[in-house]
């Protein structure tokens, strides 16, 4: 079993969902030290790939997406209540757009309720046919599904994002909920809200319209059969999911049927979670981690899984969202110009997929769509630091193992580093508030019970010569 420097390990877990939010948009390095990974090299201007829509628009390959924008607090806006740093925000958008981006993607719901406006003020001062704009009908909350209140919603977007038209209008995370066709069709059909922005893309207020799918399959599959003229769909993609999305979590899709699904019917994809909520960034297993260092020293794990998510000719873009500067331009780089991945590149991603898989991690992407827990838990920093135990192998349940008493010692130390003791998964009540937010479908409070019962049998087992912890 692989040494792990325990300083290193204990720096790194009790860095919990802070880290794994930077994680998730491809580096780890903050704000403060922008020499991150290649932030001295110059940029590529003019080199952005484009792809061509269904109307002609030319979209940049490499999208923006607004979800985990930076804080005061020099976080991301997923994790924490601190107000967004306007201007950092002002100032990403400034290079993107600079360097060739041109698709923005929000919500309503995004950074606590915050994104639209800051993506509308950053936005503000460049030309209008310089960007194209997306943004979701994001209903999910019951008290909005009645029409005048998802009408009220989408209205609301207009003034947020300080535009006439949206460019690229989602019904947003359709299939989710514990009945995905009983929720699509209250948010969407039965109160008339489809037919009304279809009515606004005929009035030229929507230029295209699509919708983001989570969850249930017979949603989508029913979604594709309306006849709706669907300009776009968007889909989670990336080198896991192609193939093991199932294997990961029987409830999900593999994206290859649903890319074939839409490239069938001539239906561009976006692409959402190309790391893997971070996980494909991070690649916190050393041995598949090692098997794309062996093929390229030189590229980051962000920049392989970048190339695979646009590497399908169907997809239009692929959102990343880009906390920091450096996030962004590593980004800009591996998308200007896109390189096409090789049989041979494909090939050795599936085997770092199967190498992933022999690691039963819990695949959570720390999107926070789970919290606040009515009962404080902080369930993605649990989900994060269980995960980088089992990817290190340090989540040893037998005792005989003569890696148990350093791997004991670890996983607890770190546990309470990473998340503060009454956050933690023993407070779990299995209310189940959570697990029909979450867009991975995970059974959370299941989770929850199978991580506190490996902890209270550590703590049991305490070898007696190991001193208290």
Avoid at 26 to 32: L, M
Avoid at 163 to 182: P, R, W
Avoid at 249 to 261: I, V, W
Avoid at 298 to 326: D, I, K
Wanted: hydrophobic share 35%; net charge neutral; aromatic share 8%.
């Amino acid at each position: 079993m692989a040494e792990l420097n325990r300083r290193n390990f204990l720096k790194l877990a009790g860095a919990g969902a802070a880290a794994a939010a930077v994680a998730a948009t491809g580096c780890g390095k903050s704000e403060n030290n922008p020499m991150g990974k290649g932030g001295t090299l110059e940029l590529p201007e003019g080199e952005m790939t484009y792809r061509t829509a269904k109307n002609g628009d030319k979209i940049s390959l490499l999208g923006f997406g607004m979800m985990r924008l930076p804080t005061k607090d020099n976080r991301s806006a997923r994790e924490t209540d601190a107000d967004i740093d306007q201007d950092m925000v002002n100032s990403l958008v400034d290079e993107a757009i600079k360097y060739g981006v041109n698709y923005f993607d929000t919500s309503p719901a995004y950074c606590k309720g915050k994104s639209e406006a800051a993506l509308g003020i950053a936005l503000k001062k460049h030309p209008r046919d310089k960007f194209f704009v997306a943004t979701k009908l994001s209903n999910f909350a019951e008290s909005t599904w009645p029409r005048e209140e998802s009408i009220k919603m989408y209205e609301k977007s207009f003034k947020e994002l300080q535009v006439d038209t949206i460019d690229y209008m989602l019904l947003h995370g359709i299939g989710m909920g514990e009945d995905g066709m009983k929720v699509f069709n209250s948010r969407y059909i039965d109160n008339g809200i489809l037919d009304f922005l279809l009515e606004e893309r005929k009035k030229g207020r929507i230029r295209n319209i699509g919708f983001s799918y989570h969850g249930d399959i017979a949603v989508f599959d029913h979604a594709l059969a309306m006849d709706v003229d669907w300009d776009f769909v968007q889909i989670q993609l990336n080198y896991v999911d192609w193939k093991h999305a199932k294997e990961v979590n029987t409830r999900n899709t593999n994206a290859e049927y649903l890319y074939g699904e839409l490239k069938k019917r001539n239906i561009p994809a976006i692409v959402m979670e190309p790391l893997l909520g971070g996980r494909l960034a991070r690649l916190d297993n050393k041995k598949a981690l090692a098997k794309l260092k062996q093929a390229d020293p030189s590229a980051s794990p962000a920049s392989w899984a970048l190339r695979y998510a646009g590497n399908p000719e169907g997809v239009l873009t692929v959102l990343s969202g880009m906390t920091f500067r450096e996030h962004l331009r590593e980004n800009l780089r591996t998308c200007s110009p896109h390189k096409s991945l090789s049989q041979q590149e494909l090939d050795l991603l599936e085997d770092v997929a199967q190498t992933m898989l022999a690691y039963k991690t819990i695949p959570c992407n720390t999107c926070q769509y789970c919290m606040p827990c009515p009962y404080g838990l902080d369930i993605p920093s649990i989900f994060v630091h269980y995960n980088k135990c089992v990817n290190e192998d340090r989540y040893i349940d037998d005792i005989n193992d003569p890696e148990y008493l350093k791997a004991r010692r670890e996983f607890l130390i770190g546990y309470d580093r990473s998340v503060p003791r009454l956050r933690q998964a023993d407070h779990c009540t299995g209310c189940n508030k959570c697990s029909p937010h979450c867009p991975q479908r995970i059974d959370i409070p299941a989770e929850m019970q199978k991580i506190d019962k490996f902890v209270n049998f550590i703590k049991k087992n305490e070898h007696p010569n190991e001193g208290a912890i």
